[in-house]
């Protein structure tokens, strides 16, 4: 009976061990083993028929898979906004996670392509989005992964961002992304420090439950922070015996300041760093808008946004524009191409046209309830009053007001948004400002003035770029 007790005692309180996963392809002394094993004992890569198939391309569907599971994100099979990527497919619930945080967007026309294979660059991205670092571009991605010697590019020293990549090297970049230990050559910094909250907490190998435990910390130990990865954060004690993960609802974190002394003084940082203004002159190839006074809109509305682009390209803002040359884009494609260029705010500009007598400036935004398409509408409202004031400003014509309407760019969009008809084509007072290109620079000047505004009344310190409007 003792000995019965006893059995049951042990087996009650023994931790089951995941038996280890192999891929046939994938020796030990391959030179991504290390890194393809790690992240296969935290289910976050998988294989096929017990082989890995390290030298084959990796498929987007695959790469946001992946990331998804590195990262936590709710991978349950369901409906997607793209037209490719059905519910049933295996990657769809991380797709549509991996697009609503931001960090996986998809092609014009409502497309993901799924089985599009994908290069370093791309990689650079998603990665530098999914962990945090911000980068909005592939360059600056790129930089991002070599300075926190997660890649250290190719053995000709170029990164090699346009070639594809392969699952093995995939499996390295995420591996290093979620554990610095893996990172060759790296000294961890450490932004935050860590107090345990919970009477015991354990760390583990990796950033979920599925990785194995490799000890504890008492309430109140002090920790040092070096990321975060999902609901993780890899950290280390004070005493430096102990480096692992533990889930950060049971900490609590405070910043560290790290002192520099720089030699030479620091460049100011830019207050609309990490925000991407998109300029969508409207019409344009063969649609070219209202006609009237010898001008045809999409002349008129791509020469205003040139202008803009300018402005905002001398003053260090980071832009994206729909269309820069006379092009036909269609109405679907311009919030997607707005969303997969990183865009945070979003302005359209027009020209009205009605009966030769209808004249001045009007500014919309979709005013539809808060659980509609687009749900910012009071920032967009925002948006379009700040440019509105300035357009009547430097305009100087009739005010026609700030409108709700519910035009495709506007409803359909996923950031603050709002649409400026500088003025009536048909119109021969507007018309003699909307054809000259003096007026269609102050038109300019007013739109970035409207945009430094609301983004002053949302809580950003751009005092220091009123002046760089006018050069």
């Known amino acids: 009976m003792v000995l019965a007790i006893l059995v049951l005692l042990i087996s009650a309180f023994t931790i089951p061990v995941k038996a280890a996963t192999t891929f046939s392809d994938v020796s030990s002394s391959y030179r991504a083993a290390k890194e393809i094993y790690y992240l296969a004992e935290g289910n976050i890569i998988t294989g096929s028929n017990g082989s890995f198939h390290p030298n084959s391309d990796i498929t987007r569907a695959e790469a946001v898979s992946i990331i998804g599971r590195a990262v936590g994100l709710n991978g349950t099979q369901r409906e997607t906004r793209f037209v490719d990527v059905p519910s049933t497919s295996f990657a769809s619930g991380y797709i549509q996670s991996a697009f609503e945080k931001g960090f996986a967007n998809g092609y014009s026309g409502g497309y993901f392509k799924p089985g599009q294979h994908v290069t370093r660059g791309e990689m650079a991205l998603f990665i530098s989005k999914a962990f945090g670092y911000h980068a909005t571009t592939t360059d600056a991605a790129i930089n991002e992964l070599l300075s926190r010697h997660i890649s250290e590019g190719m053995a000709n020293g170029d990164f090699g961002g346009k070639e594809l990549i392969k699952r093995a090297d995939f499996a390295v970049f995420v591996a290093r992304a979620i554990n610095d230990e893996l990172r060759p050559n790296y000294k961890p910094v450490y932004l935050q420090e860590g107090t345990v909250t919970a009477s015991s907490l354990l760390v583990r190998k990796g950033p979920s439950t599925i990785y194995g435990s490799i000890g504890s910390f008492t309430q109140n130990t002090k920790l040092n922070v070096s990321h975060t990865v999902g609901n993780w954060i890899q950290v280390t004690n004070t005493a430096k015996t102990v480096t692992g993960f533990v889930s950060k609802q049971y900490v609590t974190l405070t910043d560290v300041d790290v002192p520099e002394v720089p030699t030479t003084p620091p460049p100011t940082k830019n207050p609309l760093a990490g925000q991407t203004i998109v300029i969508d002159p409207g019409h344009g190839g063969t649609d070219p808008g209202a006609l009237g006074s010898g001008l045809r809109e999409k002349d008129v509305v791509l020469d205003t946004g040139l202008k803009v682009r300018n402005i905002l390209k001398r003053m260090g803002i980071s832009y994206y524009m729909t269309r820069e040359t006379d092009v036909f884009i269609v109405l679907q494609d311009r919030p997607v191409l707005a969303q997969s260029h990183g865009g945070d705010t979003f302005v359209s500009i027009h020209a ?46 009739n005010d026609r007001k700030v409108k709700t309407a519910n035009y495709y760019v506007l409803k359909y969009n996923s950031m603050p948004s709002s649409l400026a008809e500088l003025g009536f084509i048909d119109n021969p007072t507007d018309a003699k400002k909307l054809g000259s290109s003096v007026w269609r620079e102050r038109a300019a000047e007013a739109i970035v003035l409207g945009i430094l505004d609301y983004y002053k009344a949302s809580g950003y310190n751009v005092s220091s770029l009123y002046d760089k409007v006018r050069p």
């Open 352 to 397: 009205n046209k009605f009966n030769g007598a209808a004249n001045g400036t009007e500014t919309y935004y979709y005013g539809a309830a808060a659980t509609a398409t687009n749900p910012y509408i009071t920032k967009s409202k925002l948006l379009a009053q700040s440019i509105q004031k300035r357009l009547l400003t430097e305009w100087q014509l």
